[in-house]
């Protein structure tokens, strides 16, 4: 079809709501302030018209990715930062480390239950750790939710029947498998959660710099593709291929 979303019409869409967005900001600026006009600071990259912290959730997670806290914030990223060097640095095993913590824990179990007739005190009840069925369900949905849709993205590339798109798809999974031989899941892991805890903040500080970077940035990104379209990718054929009919 031809109303069929292609990567230079999204591309030129993004570009297209920056501009109008920055085009807003720059004649509101000639125009008398409104005090009462909230939602106007917030037309910001893409057209968004939320802070930072609402597209992030509003909750106790944007809170910490925000660094509304420093000190809880600080201490989930030294506590991420200390797992990798345990792993990454230390070169400790998993399974090693989890029965090492089960048995400090049945040992810790065994002193409280046994320390009352040592010390001829009365008897007290061991606490026991189990972990809710809710929070066991909530995480398996979570991550199903997340694997079905990369599942189907994949697939609709694939079934799709547009060849540019399934090259693009492609050629950033391969990407992705290059850098993955650099480093390991682990360390890939860490580096994610190192910039999810710093890319928010330090753009919900700097966001006007980085809108204006982003901006030139998609420019020349859509010149650049319009060059590699007009030599290459449009000799490639967008229509679904259909085998030949044998009689």
Not at 49 to 61: A, E, M, N, Y
Not at 191 to 203: C, E, K, M, S
Not at 215 to 241: V, W
Request: net charge positive; with cysteine.
């Amino acid at each position: 079809m031809s109303d069929k979303i292609t990567a230079e019409n999204l591309l030129n869409t993004l570009v297209e709501t920056i501009s109008h967005a920055e085009h807003k900001k720059s004649v509101s600026f000639f125009e008398e302030e409104k005090p009462n006009s909230v939602s106007s600071q917030f037309n910001r990259l893409f057209g968004r018209q939320k802070p930072v912290h609402h597209l992030l959730g509003g909750g106790k997670s944007a809170d910490v990715l925000l660094w509304r806290n420093k000190k809880i914030s600080a201490g989930v990223l030294t506590g991420a930062t200390a797992i990798w060097v345990v792993f990454e640095w230390l070169n400790y095993n998993f399974l090693t480390l989890l029965f090492f913590a089960l048995a400090l824990g049945m040992l810790a179990q065994f002193l409280w239950a046994n320390a009352s007739g040592v010390f001829g005190r009365k008897s007290s009840k061991v606490p026991r750790f189990v972990l809710p069925e809710d929070f066991i369900v909530n995480i398996a949905t979570a991550v199903g939710f997340e694997v079905n849709r990369g599942l189907r993205v994949l697939q609709d590339a694939s079934c799709g029947g547009n060849l540019k798109q399934f090259l693009l798809v492609v050629v950033s999974l391969w990407a992705g498998a290059v850098i993955g031989s650099w480093c390991n899941f682990l360390t890939v892991m860490y580096i994610g959660f190192v910039a999810a805890h710093t890319f928010p903040v330090l753009y919900e500080r700097y966001e006007d710099q980085v809108d204006d970077f982003v901006y030139k940035f998609l420019g020349q990104m859509r010149n650049q593709y319009q060059k590699l379209d007009s030599g290459l990718l449009s000799k490639i054929p967008n229509g679904k291929f259909k085998g030949k009919k044998h009689e």
